[in-house]
């Protein structure tokens, strides 16, 4: 006989505020400057294109530092982290991301004096990935 627990298939609010704060510690993150682009549906949750533009003059006073890409429904609630320097020239991100369903992506930029910023946006996923069986 074989007992087994079911594994989540996606975080809790719970995970999500607790990564949040493992990556920002309890600062106060600003809506702007952000912007997350991705595809208003997604076909398929297993490669999901996904942009990232951080709106900054990327100079030694005044860059970004990393950007944090948080989901509230995949398994893992920080889907990634891009790490940045006045020497990058943009901060700009292009990737595919796996999604387990629809969900609001929210994407956070440090910058370089501290300050939090951020962006976010809904992908209806018609397919999702990160099923756990």
Partial sequence: ???ATPLQSHASEADLIRARRELFGTRSI???RVTLTLPPIA?????VPMSVVVDSPMVEADYVKRV??????????VIGQFHFSPTSGRAE?????RMSGTQTLQAIAEMSDGS??????ETV???AACVVL
């Fill in 1 to 3: 006989m074989i007992a």
């Fill in 30 to 32: 600003q809506e702007g």
């Fill in 43 to 47: 076909e398929n949750g297993h490669s």
């Fill in 68 to 77: 944090a890409i948080l989901s509230p429904r995949n398994p893992l609630p």
């Fill in 93 to 97: 991100v292009a990737t595919r991301i």
């Fill in 116 to 121: 939090l910023w951020s962006g976010s946006m």
């Fill in 125 to 127: 996923v018609t397919l």
